[in-house]
């Protein structure tokens, strides 16, 4: 099974569509590391059934993959993904910038959250990426309009249904600063327990994706890292325990799979445990 991409049959990349880059794939059975991307994704599937399993912010979904389906993947999340035969699909990548100027323009505010979507159905978004790809195998004269009306319609349609729009900020106002003491508290007393994106988001009574983009900016690392590293700091702590063996090292940081302990803790820190604890 392969651990990479194809690259796309068809992609808008040298179209300089501004915020936008569409693309067609078909890929064979796939596992794909974790991955953050800094656009927002849209995903229309094209392939009839396919079983799919996606991890985003650490959260399974195990779902079979059906034509016509819809999948948003908010900017900056980390999501994981296998399947286990072909798959065909749309995927368009969408500028957070480009989007924001969208919700100014259309709807006079630009602070804006969208929304993690999980395969829905929109025809109106399927039929939209199929336009879009027309014009990019058929290019004709004028299609630079064509594109921006599309997009534009596109952008509005996922502001209106799948995004939470906040009032601007006035000239005299200040964006309140984010207190995330009382979710950091909670991820160091929970280690050793699977942490929820939900979870994190209850305890500071915000919306789990407007969470995860506001954390981001106050910390400088999105919830999913942020709790990896406080993982790989205890770990680096109780290694020093000769006591410890790796694998009760890695169940009291909250990691059961030793081997994927293994290969979080040499991301971060450049060496395996046994490794480390053998140069302390």
Same mark, same amino acid.
């Given at each position: 099974?392969?651990?990479?991409?194809?690259?796309?049959?068809?992609?808008?990349?040298?179209?300089?569509?501004?915020?936008?880059?569409?693309?067609?794939?078909?890929?064979? /059975?796939?596992? !794909?590391?974790?991955?953050?991307?800094?656009?927002?994704? &849209? =995903?229309?599937? #094209? +392939?009839?059934?396919?079983?799919?399993?996606?991890?985003?912010?650490?959260?399974?979904?195990?779902?079979?993959?059906?034509?016509?389906?819809?999948?948003?993947?908010?900017?900056?999340?980390?999501?994981?993904?296998?399947?286990?035969?072909?798959?065909?699909?749309?995927?368009?990548?969408?500028?957070?910038?480009?989007?924001?100027?969208?919700?100014?323009?259309?709807?006079?505010?630009?602070?804006?959250?969208?929304?993690?979507?999980?395969?829905?159905?929109?025809?109106?978004?399927?039929?939209?990426?199929?336009?879009?790809?027309?014009?990019?195998?058929?290019?004709?004269?004028?299609?630079?309009?064509?594109?921006?009306?599309?997009?534009?319609?596109?952008? /509005?349609?996922? !502001?209106?249904?799948?995004?939470?729009?906040?009032?601007? &900020? =006035?000239?005299? #106002? +200040?964006?309140?600063?984010?207190?995330?003491?009382?979710?950091?508290?909670?991820?160091?007393?929970?280690?050793?327990?699977?942490?929820?994106?939900?979870?994190?988001?209850?305890?500071?009574?915000?919306?789990?994706?407007?969470?995860?983009?506001?954390?981001?900016?106050?910390?400088?690392?999105?919830?999913?890292?942020?709790?990896?590293?406080?993982?790989?700091?205890?770990?680096?702590?109780?290694?020093?325990?000769?006591?410890?063996?790796?694998?009760?090292?890695?169940?009291?940081?909250?990691?059961?799979?030793?081997?994927?302990?293994?290969?979080?803790?040499?991301?971060?820190?450049?060496?395996?445990?046994?490794?480390?604890?053998?140069?302390?």
């Amino acid at each position: 099974m392969q651990t990479f991409l194809n690259p796309p049959i068809s992609t808008s990349v040298t179209s300089n569509w501004t915020g936008l880059v569409l693309e067609y794939c078909q890929q064979p /059975a796939c596992i !794909l590391p974790e991955c953050e991307i800094a656009w927002h994704t &849209l =995903t229309v599937v #094209q +392939t009839q059934r396919q079983n799919t399993r996606v991890k985003v912010n650490g959260e399974q979904q195990r779902q079979p993959a059906k034509s016509g389906e819809v999948w948003i993947l908010p900017a900056n999340q980390i999501s994981q993904s296998q399947w286990d035969g072909s798959l065909a699909y749309f995927r368009l990548l969408i500028e957070p910038d480009w989007l924001r100027s969208v919700a100014q323009t259309v709807f006079q505010q630009r602070a804006y959250c969208l929304d993690l979507q999980l395969q829905i159905t929109d025809p109106l978004v399927h039929q939209i990426l199929l336009n879009l790809h027309r014009v990019l195998i058929e290019p004709q004269s004028g299609d630079s309009l064509y594109v921006d009306t599309l997009g534009h319609s596109l952008g /509005a349609h996922l !502001l209106k249904r799948y995004a939470q729009l906040e009032p601007p &900020l =006035t000239t005299t #106002q +200040t964006a309140p600063k984010r207190d995330f003491s009382e979710a950091i508290a909670y991820i160091h007393d929970n280690l050793s327990a699977p942490i929820q994106l939900a979870n994190l988001a209850q305890v500071v009574y915000m919306n789990p994706n407007y969470f995860a983009e506001q954390f981001k900016q106050a910390m400088g690392l999105s919830p999913y890292r942020y709790v990896t590293q406080c993982r790989v700091q205890k770990a680096q702590k109780l290694l020093r325990d000769p006591r410890l063996s790796i694998a009760t090292v890695a169940q009291q940081v909250g990691i059961h799979n030793p081997s994927h302990f293994a290969r979080l803790f040499r991301q971060w820190t450049g060496l395996s445990p046994s490794a480390y604890r053998r140069q302390r």
